[in-house]
């Protein structure tokens, strides 16, 4: 089956670049497979994976030009299984925000 190439931009703290080294593109792919498997939304405030028994921490949002971004941090082994999707965020931030007199 042929593959297309999708405008994906990616950033990893220089803790993942050290912990991955030559192999952070497959971080980033794994990352993207969790983010299609979740099958809910493509805008993950945090999920994380295991990588090289290391636990990555990952957030996607969309750009204005419409690129994926695609961030990588050092994970908690605390917050393994918890998915944050961008809607449930925006959602808490505003009843947050409701709570204490702000809009």
Sequence with gaps: MP???FPIIYSASP???QKAGPELHRAVLLALR?????GRSI????QQIRFQG????FCS??????????ELDVGDERLSGRIILEDELRL??????TISGHR
Excluded: K, T
């Excluded at 290391?54 to 921490?57: Q, T």
């Design 43 to 46: 805008e993950v405030a945090h």
């Design 3 to 5: 593959r297309a190439f």
């Design 15 to 17: 803790a993942v670049v």
């Design 61 to 70: 949002r969309i750009s204005a030009q419409g690129d994926l971004i695609v």
């Design 34 to 38: 969790a983010i299609l498997r979740h």
């Design 54 to 57: 290391v636990n990555l921490a």
């Design 92 to 97: 808490a931030e505003r009843r947050g925000r």
